[in-house]
């Protein structure tokens, strides 16, 4: 991890759970941080709660990865105040409620794909550009979900995954993408996902929380955020294509 000391990360949905606890691991590393989310205020806490000698590392900006001009904003941002970045953790995403096959879905199906795969093709788009800008060692680490390996059947006691399943397999597909497109443009960036299993975060739908609280253990978001760790700190020659974590004894 030494060669990435003070050197820029972008972290999406920094403000609770898993992108949380990459901003805490990327800081404690020794990397300059951007936690982008729509709740900024939650990034300056974070920072408050931060070693003194770690605070001045976390930059928090407010972000709506499913808003194009808030993407490009922040990102210029990046490029005009710290030269680029170097890393990306495109981790924001949502789960909905409702039925795929339901009535009136629309609007909360649109938001899942808005944000879990549009809002990663801006900001893996704009990190990019700016990794190749600099012409240095770059890393994209896509944040999945063993959702997009295989669907779960949870039963008809639980809400159905609607299209976040969906989702989660367009981030599959797109992992091989970029990983094409970045070897055609003869760059030196790779790119990863991380797929975890069920995380104990607030992104799980509190009838699925409560219910998988009582039969199942969890992994914490502090797991996966070291499975980012150790996928950036592998050699530059070594392609880390996909990690799947689970904890031990899930059930799916």
Known sequence: ME????KVAVVTGASAG???ACVRALVGAGLVVIGLARRQERVTQLRAGLPEEEQGRLHGMRCDVTH???????FDWAHRQLGGVDVLVSNAGIIASGELSGQSNTAAMRDTVETNVMGSVYCIREAFQSMRQRGAEGHVVIVNSVAGQHVPNLG???????????SKFALRAMNEIYRQEFLRNKTRVRVSTISPGIVDTDILPQQIQAFIRQYMPMLQSDDVADAVLWTIGTPPNVQVHNITIKAQGEKF
Do not use: F
């Open 68 to 74: 194009e001009e808030d993407v490009l904003a922040a």
């Open 3 to 6: 060669r990435w000391r003070n």
């Open 18 to 20: 898993i992108g949380a």
């Open 156 to 166: 008809p006691q639980l809400p159905s995954l609607n299209i976040y399943p969906a």
